[in-house]
T-cell receptor, first 113, second 113 residues
Framework: NAGVTQTPKFRILKIGQSMTLQCTQDMNHNYMYWYRQDPGMGLKLIYYSVGAGITDKGEVPNGYNVSRSTTEDFPLRLELAAPSQTSVYFC????????????FGPGTRLLVL | DQQVKQNSPSLSVQEGRISILNCDYTNSMFDYFLWYKKYPAEGPTFLISISSIKDKNEDGRFTVFLNKSAKHLSLHIVPSQPGDSAVYFCAASAPDSGSRLTFGEGTQLTVNP
């Protein structure tokens, strides 16, 4: 049981490039989330999904896209990377229920230059 | 609009003493509160939670206190150990937010041997 896995661990992008951050969970959780964490800031929700085929925007969705074709996978797509997207990205998952604990992946550190 | 605030970016305590981490919130609709711990290069991990119908929840060395009238919660760690050195995030959810969490900025706790 690997929990939540994220790839890559670290990536450098040039301005204007695109990339997909991968997230997979093996806990059969319906709910999945993408957060970003900037230095000195808390985690900000980018997008979330309550099940395959269902996604919704969080607090800071601009510049990102997501898809959820399976229960296990929740990739985050960055189109036209900008320096403001330099951050650490965390994927998380949880069972539905409103008050269930979220389980986090180890994070992807992204640097946009 | 920062609905969950942790006003102390850092806290340093001696091993064996008590660590008290504080969190304030502004949204009176929040009814569930959590603390997460984060080590460098890892994702946050759930530590302890409390429902708004309680004012205290204890789990081993960790106790969370909730003061609803002051919109304030605190995490007490007794006794503190060097392995407790980490960033601690306070998070909150409201009944209408599903399982989405609002995080504070985090407090870096350093426990000195």
């Amino acid at each position: 049981n690997a929990g939540v896995t994220q790839t890559p661990k670290f990536r450098i992008l040039k301005i204007g490039q695109s990339m997909t951050l991968q997230c997979t969970q093996d806990m059969n959780h319906n709910y999945m989330y993408w957060y970003r964490q900037d230095p000195g800031m808390g985690l900000k929700l980018i997008y979330y999904s309550v099940g395959a085929g269902i996604t919704d925007k969080g607090e800071v969705p601009n510049g990102y896209n997501v898809s959820r074709s399976t229960t296990e996978d929740f990739p985050l797509r960055l189109e036209l990377a900008a320096p403001s997207q330099t951050s650490v990205y965390f994927c998380a998952s949880s069972f539905p229920g409103g008050k269930e604990t979220q389980y986090f992946g180890p994070g992807t550190r992204l640097l946009v230059l | 609009d920062q609905q969950v605030k942790q006003n102390s970016p850092s806290l340093s305590v001696q091993e064996g003493r008590i660590s008290i981490l504080n969190c304030d919130y502004t949204n009176s609709m929040f009814d569930y509160f959590l603390w997460y711990k984060k080590y460098p290069a890892e994702g946050p991990t759930f530590l302890i939670s409390i429902s708004s119908i309680k004012d205290k929840n204890e789990d081993g060395r960790f106790t969370v206190f909730l003061n609803k009238s002051a919109k304030h919660l605190s995490l007490h760690i007794v006794p503190s150990q060097p392995g407790d050195s980490a960033v601690y995030f306070c998070a909150a959810s409201a009944p209408d937010s599903g399982s989405r969490l609002t995080f504070g900025e985090g407090t870096q706790l350093t426990v000195n041997p």
